[in-house]
Structures are given as C-alpha cells and as structure tokens.
C-alpha cells in the first residue's frame, strides 16, 4: 500500500494568496487544505493533526505568533512543525518565530521555488524525527549523546534553539567547504565562538551566515568548557545576526557582482600620496588588486559588515571599481 500523502495545512486569511500556495504545492505531491483564520487553525490542527503548518502571521482574529504558541503548547499539536509566512521582512518578527518553535520563516512577496523547497525540507526533517522517534529509546539515547546533520536540511539558528532548550554544554562543530567553525555552549548558552583565526561575536555572525555544511555536537561536562568570551544572550545573537544579513543585502545590491574581481583607481593612489591609511583600511586596500573577486575579499576579512560599507563607501568616491 502506498504512503500516504504528507499533509500541509494552509492558514491564510486572503483567500487568493491561500489558492496560490496551494498551486505552488501541487507538484510537492502533497494534501494541502486551507483554513481562514486563527481559530479554524487550531480547531483543524488538533482535530487531525497535519504534517506541516503553513501559517500567516497577519491573521484575522489571532496573529500568527499566538497560534504557534498555542500550537506549541497544546500536547497533540506541539510536534507538528510550522513555517510562517509574513509580509515584514523585520528581523524581530523571524527571531519571534524561531523562538516560538516555528521551523521556517517565508517573507511575502515569495518566489514558488522558494515555498517548495523549504516545504519539502520541513516535511523531510518531520519525516526523519518521527523515523527516529520510532526507532525506539536506544536510537533515541545515540542522537542525544551528539546532534549532527546538514544545515541544508536545519538551519543553524534551528539548531542554536535546540541545543538551548535542551540545556546543552559542549562544541558546535561546524565544517564547509573546508572551512571550520565552533559554537562552544553552557548549559544552552554560546560562550565563545571560533571561525579562521576569529572569536568571539564576529565569528558567531559569520558562521550565522552559513546555509550549508555540516554540523556536530559534542557534548562536555557543565563548567568543562571554554572560558566565556561572549556576553550576550543567544537571542540578542541571533537578531543582530540576522540584522547583518539583511544589512549586509542591501550593502551588496550597491556594489558589483560578488564575483567580479575589484581594483583600486588612480584617484585612490593621488589620495594615498598625501597621506598613509589607516591600519585597517590598508588591510583592506592590499586584498583590492584587481585579481580578487568581491566575495573572495569579504571571506578574507573578519568583519563582512564593516567592509561592505567601507567599500561602498570608497566605489561612491570613486576610489575602487570592477576589474
């Protein structure tokens, strides 16, 4: 007998955009029915629970963020992951979501390749812990000693709030392209971090900037770890986090392509002949040689931020240009 059907449970509240979606779903091979409101969400939710949630933050009657929660907290509903879709690309409104248990965050207007693949990542990653649920309490014991998998498949921010419910004290290994990284966690906390030769906060924001390669969690004693390098609290890490990347967007979408190679101009050089440059800024100005891409240049330098905005700032004086 063939599976069954994975079933999405789609709640919006404009009917169109709800008919939309469920045509962006049809080749998923998916059920999806709609619902129109916040109350019709949690009746339908709990009287047969789906396999997903798709849930509109702007809700008629109860805002997106109180249908999660009351999702989360009732017992035959709090495993059903959800994804939620709004129209604000606020970083406060994703942080929310993630804290709240929501798997995934789509902000309108969104492109249908887009819905389907993080859809069909939700359902797999659904479909791979109810298999682990099943296998029974020894499989369950080995995945708790240490958390490992691709950030294709969770995203790193999803894996931060893991291991802070669950209290976690060890090392978040982090591996791409050859590349590593390390959260170091007590009791649920990121104490310190390590990206390249980096610590620190920097290195959390960078690694936050990864959407691919693998993770692994090993666990140490509580109190066995490094020493604590980093104050803030994972939430304030995740929302300056993320307020770098869509800062950061917006800073790119000024520059060159990302992989067009950026040379110095000679006004530059007339400039530099009446005075030295700064320490940094010098750091900066050896790697623009006219060979090194854009992203070869922000991977080089430990605060991406910082350097995309110098570097708008020197294309706007006409100081450097594409190769």
């Not at 059907?5 to 045509?23: C, F, G, S, Y």
């Not at 942080?95 to 902000?107: H, K, P, S, Y």
């Not at 290994?173 to 050859?178: C, Q, S, T």
Request: glycine content about 8%; proline content about 6%.
């Amino acid at each position: 007998m063939p599976d069954p059907k994975p079933k999405v449970l789609v709640a919006q509240d404009d009917p169109l955009v709800a008919r939309m979606i469920v045509e962006c779903l049809r080749p998923l091979d998916v059920e999806a029915w709609t619902v129109h409101s916040g109350r019709e969400t949690l009746m339908e939710a709990e009287a047969a629970p789906p396999d997903l949630i798709l849930l509109d933050v702007l809700l008629s009657d109860l805002d997106g963020f109180a249908v999660a929660a009351k999702l989360k907290e009732n017992a035959a509903t709090r495993d059903v992951p959800i994804i939620l879709v709004t129209t604000q690309a606020r970083v406060e409104d994703r942080v929310r979501g993630l804290a709240l248990g929501a798997a995934d965050c789509i902000t309108r207007p969104f492109y249908y390749d887009e819905v389907r693949a993080r859809v069909s990542g939700a359902l797999q990653r659904a479909a791979a812990a109810r298999a682990a649920a099943a296998a029974g309490a020894a499989a369950a014991d080995a995945a708790a000693a240490g958390i490992q998998g691709r950030l294709q498949e969770i995203s790193l921010p999803n894996v931060i709030q893991i291991l802070e419910m669950e209290r976690k004290t060890g090392t978040l290994e982090l591996e791409r392209g050859g590349v590593g990284g390390a959260l170091h966690f007590d009791n649920g906390q990121i104490v310190d971090a390590a990206w390249k030769e980096h610590g620190g906060e920097i290195a959390v924001y960078r690694l936050l900037q990864w959407t691919d390669g693998t993770f692994r969690f090993v666990p140490a004693p509580e109190g066995a770890g490094p020493e604590q390098r980093i104050a803030s609290n994972n939430q304030h890490l995740l929302m300056e986090g993320m307020r770098r990347l869509d800062e950061g967007g917006r800073l790119l979408e000024r520059l060159p392509p990302p992989d067009r190679p950026l040379r110095t101009t000679a006004r530059l050089a007339e400039r530099l002949a009446r005075g030295r440059a700064a320490a940094n800024l010098k750091q900066l100005l050896d790697l623009i040689d006219g060979k090194r891409t854009l992203a070869e240049i922000l991977e080089a330098m430990p605060d991406d931020l910082h350097t995309l905005e110098t570097l708008v700032r020197l294309q706007e004086n006409a100081f450097i240009e594409a190769g």
